[in-house]
């Protein structure tokens, strides 16, 4: 490939917007697209980029397979001694294993690959075969951390904590993930192998960990066995393999010798059918060794021509260069087809998020106009607002007049706001795309009534300092003689009175003309309207994004489906797509 900056630039880019896409909002299609988001983010962190920066680095070939298989024997095997446990027990592979030359250990010890990983390893022992010894306090280790070992061998095993943030079962004192690095002079300089958790593990965590592993390969060897080459895990890996041209090995394992010939003969004719008949294919026969007894090492000669064909393509520069370059290749091709896809489930997200949106404004619009109507039509001043306007006109006290009045402003807009909700609520239970996030917002349909209540006691201050603001005006005029003894919670009485009770109250307003002037009463009645528009607004405002906020906290940007396309056409320009 001609890795140019311009290109790693732009890969760079696009793998930020692939980073930054989301896909929270339950859609048919969600679900796939956030895996392959994920998987595309693991091919690009883990090989893509790490390949295309250092493309001298040694070539990287994952072992991967069902449950079973004999991929940790068959590693075993290729390097000549046992570095990943091998057994009876499920899952056996629990911390992934990376083998490579001495000489090569530092392309790896660093996070230049598989960044997610925490690093461990194995000092060597004193005396003897140390690199065995020294397994085996591991594997001692990992026993104790699942409880399945104890007294001398965990205790000798406690010699290891510390190194590179060591963790049993799969997982570094951190929690993160780990990848356990072990050195091999036998195995030649330019080749890795890795042995990769089951890609059917009953762990969940095992299985996703396989998945990312896989992706970080140069060379997929997809190790299965006589009893399962036709399950359909291993094939989808397959046809994965096949869409993105990658370069692959399969191993059929564990074949019984008297049917050698008809399975592999089977297992040819299915790769061919998919149209991966150019796949190498090589066949192991069940032995002694592959119970995993003993030293977990199977006979040279049953693993000479898969490591002839590795030894060959990491040390032939040319077939070295070919096997990595196709590999990457494949993965930046297929996002011509990836890409497109994610965008367009970006698009259905937006345009998800805008229509439950859409649902929630129109129900608000219903519920201002609601309030609007209401207390144009006086039903403010109904109830116990009534008995007080009734009262006030016998003398009664102005601030229980305004109390009541408060009160009943309060109550309608609760109304109305509960109104919205249930008609939002209902609408979001009939869209697919809400079945998360209208739990959400019923969760913080709480407590409107005591949110209301704070924005109309606001607004009944502004309207009293309004009140007193004219009534001081009014005392300097003509109508001087009639306002000097005018208080201004009077004022302010009658000002809401004649706001919120329509033609229930139409006294109120003559009374406040009484007092302050024909003028003076008119403009006030006119500045307490704006006032009182503006704090409804306000109280239905700070409702509505109450119920939209579960929406808006999803992170749907409409400019997610752009981002990703432009990348995309960025990449293109770069002549690497074709």
């Known amino acids: 490939m001609d890795v140019r900056p311009r290109l790693i630039d732009a890969l760079s880019v696009l793998r930020d917007r692939v980073d930054a896409a989301r896909f929270p909002l339950p859609l048919r299609g969600a679900a796939r697209a956030r ?289 990595a370059d196709r590999t990457a290749a494949g993965v930046i091709a297929s996002l011509r087809s990836r890409l497109p896809a994610l965008a367009g489930a970006a698009a259905a997200q937006h345009a998800a998020a805008l229509r439950l949106a859409g649902r929630v404004e129109e129900a608000y619009e219903a519920a201002a106009e609601r309030v609007r109507r209401e207390v144009a039509a006086g039903e403010v001043l109904s109830g116990d607002a009534r008995a007080r306007w009734r009262e006030h006109a016998g003398g009664g006290r102005p601030d229980e007049l305004l109390d009541a009045l408060t009160q009943g402003l309060t109550s309608l807009l609760a109304c109305a706001v509960e109104e919205a909700d249930e008609r939002a609520g209902d609408a979001w239970r009939r869209d697919p795309a809400a079945a998360d996030a209208s739990l959400a917002a019923a969760a913080g349909a709480t407590g409107a009534v005591g949110r209301l209540g704070v924005v109309v006691r606001r607004w009944r201050r502004c309207m009293e300092e309004l009140a007193e603001e004219e009534t001081r005006e009014a005392r300097g005029g003509r109508a001087a003689e009639r306002a000097g003894s005018v208080a201004p919670e009077e004022a302010a009485a009658l000002l809401a009175t004649a706001l919120l009770g329509g033609r229930r109250a139409r006294t109120a307003g003559e009374n406040l003309a009484d007092l302050l002037g024909a003028q003076s009463a008119l403009r006030l009645c006119d500045r307490g309207s704006r006032l009182l528009a503006t704090y409804l607004e306000r109280a239905l405002d700070g409702e509505r994004e109450r119920r939209l906020a579960p929406l808006d906290r999803l992170s749907v940007p409409p400019e997610q489906q752009a981002e990703l396309i432009a990348a995309l056409s960025v990449l293109q320009k770069e002549k690497v797509l074709g």
Not at 88 to 95: A, G, I, Q, S, Y
Not at 140 to 149: D, L, M, P, Q, V
Not at 250 to 272: C, F, K, M, N, S
């Open 35 to 323: 895996r392959s988001r994920a998987e595309l983010l693991a091919q690009l962190d883990d090989y893509v980029m790490p390949r295309l920066r250092a493309p001298q680095a040694p070539l990287l070939a994952v072992i991967g397979g069902s449950t079973g298989a004999g991929k940790s024997t068959l590693v075993n095997s290729l390097v000549g001694r046992r570095v990943s446990a091998a057994g009876v027990l499920r899952p056996t592979t629990r911390t992934p294993v990376l083998v490579c030359h001495p000489d090569d250990h530092h392309w790896f010890a660093g996070p230049r690959v598989l960044p997610q990983l925490t690093r461990v390893w194995v000092p060597e022992q004193d005396g003897g075969d140390g690199a065995y010894d020294a397994y085996d306090a591991y594997d001692a280790y990992e026993e104790s951390e699942w409880g399945e070992s104890g007294g001398d061998e965990a205790e000798e095993a406690d010699g290891l904590r510390g190194y590179g943030g060591y963790g049993g079962a799969g997982g570094g004192e951190s929690g993160m993930p780990t990848v356990r690095i072990e050195t091999e002079p036998a195995l030649p300089s330019g080749l890795a192998l890795l042995d990769a958790p089951d890609i059917d593990s009953l762990v969940a965590a095992n299985r996703e960990l396989a998945a990312e592993l896989i992706c970080a390969a140069d060379v997929w060897v997809l190790v299965t066995t006589a009893a399962r080459y036709a399950d359909a895990v291993p094939w989808h890996l397959l046809r994965t393999a096949k869409e993105y041209d990658v370069t692959l090995v399969t191993v059929l394992d564990r074949v019984p010798h008297q049917i050698v010939t008809d399975v592999a003969g089977r297992y040819a004719e299915l790769l061919q059918r998919a149209g991966l008949g150019h796949v190498p294919r090589f066949t192991i026969p069940e032995l002694p060794e592959s119970a995993g007894g003993g030293s977990g090492l199977l006979p040279a000669t049953a693993v000479a021509a898969l490591r002839d064909w590795l030894e060959r393509h990491a040390q032939d520069p040319v077939a070295r260069a070919a096997a």
